[in-house]
């Protein structure tokens, strides 16, 4: 039986997918505020609103969040796109066309015969190519490659100067290069002719990448001044749904970029953080910052810590993950909530007490200059933050009203972002996001703002010749912005009043046979009950100055 001939209680029912949800009124009234909030103490400060799409090339994120972060490596909603559709043809030309060269290699390239979706595998005349369409390559990736390498000596014991043949959809980049290289994978690497890849592309797991990118293509380093830009938008991340963390969350974010690094810009960033707390009266709240130093200093503290680590006494207490970041990411390690693990982290060299004299200089600095602004901070120097292109000012903001997903808020410094994106030497960045969904949280906890978004004016009409009239005036206070209500099917008295008083109406403008009769309106107030008499020239004047707190915090 199709759907719809079913009865309605077996009528399959669709739900948000698992980790969004739908945002409501009256909720809806105080998110609406919190980003009217949010423009106005940024605008204050002179930011001007960026809005990027919210897919990208997953290169992009790969590039700069990092490969190995578990948001680029587990969390990207990604997917293959475009193409000229006609790859196999060109890649057939294209071995006929190298069918020499390749046959001329001293060692045979290799195969793997089980292909995965994601690999295109073909023989041609004894030579079979491999051609990996992924861009980016991951951890996960360097593991197939690995896997693929194994199968091949398995089928070829004998075969000794074995390698991988990888023919990359696009120009492999210095990066891919590098981190298959590093990874012990040997590469030839081989680029296929010109054709219009597939691309893969992703859902924006954070917008700093691409507020770099736009950076970068519109060359707005050209524009007179630090760019400082902000974005209000969605943001997409396969985390396991708990309260607190979503799969469709909402990122308040700004970005400082140009020529400078001066500390005060950074104190000016986190100032405003400041301010914005304070506009939602959220008074429970700690903002940690750290420096985690810079491509000279922080690579040998990194070194140290992994020394540290891997000494048995310590690697053994660690957990799988950690024991992992030992040689992926060892500064990760300092992240870990794990509290098996906190004892431990807790004696670890410091990078703090590891900063080169520029950094230092740079971190005291911020220091000066947020107490200058009277911006109270604590210092954390575990918090190094868990995307890779961080770099000296590290910061967060934690409420202890959130419970276990308790950051409001993070940021840092980025200064070679952009140069790594490809964009001009030289500029800096720092920046932060926000989690909207968590500071509506924090708000509504501590009870202090209560937006809503209230009727001002009930139209009760009543009769046929009223109508007119309603509709007529139900206009008229709309132009003025009044939020207006004019029941679309006639009501008598009371239901008209009960269902006023249940909207929070507060006034209830009455139009009956009566007021037609006579030329005069009723209004009614309906804190009070109290109820007069005007004309229709003085209804406009009546409710001016605009009834106050329109979608505005109530206490
Ligand atoms: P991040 O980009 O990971 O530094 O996140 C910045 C802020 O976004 C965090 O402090 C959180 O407030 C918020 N956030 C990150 N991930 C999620 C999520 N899955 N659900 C809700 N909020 C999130």
Known sequence: MSEAAKPEGERRKFRAIKGT??????????????????????????????????????????????????????????????????????QEYWISKHLDELTKM???????????????????????????KRATVSQATIADIKQYRKVFQEQFPNETSAKLLLVFAEEPSDFVRHLTNANGVEVEVLELPEYEPRQSLALRPEATASVCR?????????????????????MFRRERPQKGRYRQFYQIGAEVLGTSDAPAIDAELIQMLTVLLERCQIEKYTLLINSIGCADC???????????????????????????????????????KLPEEQAIIEKLPKISEHLCADCREHYDKLKKELKLREVPFTESPRLVRGLDYYMRTT?????????????????????????????????????FALGEDRFIDAIQEAKKIHATRPVDVFVAWMGERAYPTAVRLARVLRGEKHTVELPPEELKFRKALERADKMGARYVLIIGEDEIASDMLTIKRLADGKQEKISEEALVDFFRPPAPTKEGPGS
């Not at 990194?302 to 030992?326: C, M, N, T, W, Y």
Request: include cysteine; aromatic fraction near 10%.
């Open 106 to 132: 001293d060692r045979q390239p290799i195969f793997a015969n089980r292909a995965r979706p994601d690999l295109v595998v073909r023989r041609s005349d004894g030579v079979s190519v491999v051609e990996f």
């Open 395 to 431: 910061f967060e903001i934690t409420s202890p009203i959130l419970g276990a997903q308790n950051a409001l808020c993070g940021g840092g410094r980025y200064d070679g972002l952009v140069e790594m994106l490809g964009g001009p030497k030289g500029i800096k960045g720092i920046g």
């Open 298 to 336: 922080r690579p040998k503290y990194v070194e140290l810590l992994r020394a540290e680590l891997r000494k048995p006494e310590i690697f053994s207490k660690l957990g799988a993950d950690s024991q992992r970041r030992v040689e992926t990411n060892p500064l990760r390690v300092m992240d870990s």
């Open 21 to 90: 949800r739908d945002i409501l009124p009256p909720d809806s009234a105080l998110w609406n505020w919190f980003e009217k909030t949010a423009r106005g103490v940024m605008e204050s400060y002179n930011f001007g609103e960026i809005r990027t799409p919210i897919f990208e090339e997953t290169e992009l994120f790969a590039r700069s969040i990092g490969a190995e972060t578990d948001v680029v490596s587990k969390e990207m909603f990604a997917w293959d796109e475009g193409g000229t559709g006609v790859e196999s043809e060109l």
């Open 214 to 234: 736009a950076y970068i293509e519109h060359g707005m380093q050209m524009r007179p001044g630090d760019q400082k830009l902000y974005y209000i938008g969605p």
